[in-house]
T-cell receptor, first 113, second 115 residues
Framework: NAGVTQTPKFQVLKTGQSMTLQCAQD?????MSWYRQDPGMGLRLIHY???????DQGEVPNGYNVSRSTTEDFPLRLLSAAPSQTSVYFC????????????FGPGTRLLVL | AQKITQTQPGMFVQEKEAVTLDCTYD???????LFWYKQPSSGEMIFLIY??????QNATEGRYSLNFQKARKSANLVISASQLGDSAMYFC????????????FGTGTRLTIIP
């Protein structure tokens, strides 16, 4: 199993551009989540999904959209990139069972100029 | 709203010594789960240990143990016999949901092991 994969690993955008961060998992996990990590602030939840067709907002959803058309994929869309969205983005998945950890992807480093 | 506090931004520990990383949490929910993750300089998030709020005993995983004091709302990570490879950022996190799909993280502690 590849686990949780994220593409790209690194991306530079100009202010106002849009892009999609890809996330896929091959563990048949129902639950998937997106976090951003900023220096000194730990990880913060952007959006999450408890199954195909079901998504909800986390702590910092503004400027991001998600969709979950399949169990495997959970892309994160930046509609109009802003410098404040410069961050490291982590996708994670879990079975949804009690005591089960989230499994994190390797992260995408995004720089918005 | 729930909150995780890690008050130690950085720690330096001699190799082979034990180290305790502090974590306090705030929630009024009686059911919750507490996690610790390690993030080495390469950036990946590595799960270390889990403690449920109803667990009677402190969790242990190899050299990692969790000192869970429910009344004080603390969940400190103890690493025994530290190794150079333990140098990393360590994050405490909490889940209020059965599925653990929404984690609230602390700001982390950077641990440096000195040879």
């Amino acid at each position: 199993n590849a686990g949780v994969t994220q593409t790209p690993k690194f991306q530079v955008l100009k202010t106002g551009q849009s892009m999609t961060l890809q996330c896929a998992q091959d563990m048949n996990h129902e639950y998937m989540s997106w976090y951003r990590q900023d220096p000194g602030m730990g990880l913060r939840l952007i959006h999450y999904s408890v199954g195909a067709g079901i998504t909800d907002q986390g702590e910092v959803p503004n400027g991001y959209n998600v969709s979950r058309s399949t169990t495997e994929d959970f892309p994160l869309r930046l509609l109009s990139a802003a410098p404040s969205q410069t961050s490291v983005y982590f996708c994670a998945s879990t079975t949804g069972q009690e005591q089960e950890t989230q499994y994190f992807g390797p992260g995408t480093r995004l720089l918005v100029l | 709203a729930q909150k995780i506090t890690q008050t130690q931004p950085g720690m330096f520990v001699q190799e082979k010594e034990a180290v305790t990383l502090d974590c306090t949490y705030d929630t009024s929910d009686p059911s919750y789960g507490l996690f610790w993750y390690k993030q080495p300089s390469s950036g990946e998030m590595i799960f270390l240990i889990y403690q449920g709020s109803y667990d009677q005993q402190n969790a242990t995983e190899g050299r990692y143990s969790l000192n869970f004091q429910k009344a004080r709302k603390s969940a400190n990570l103890v690493i025994s016999a530290s190794q150079l490879g333990d140098s990393a950022m360590y994050f405490c996190a909490m889940s209020l949901d059965f599925g653990n799909e929404k984690l609230t993280f602390g700001t982390g502690t950077r641990l440096t092991i000195i040879p």
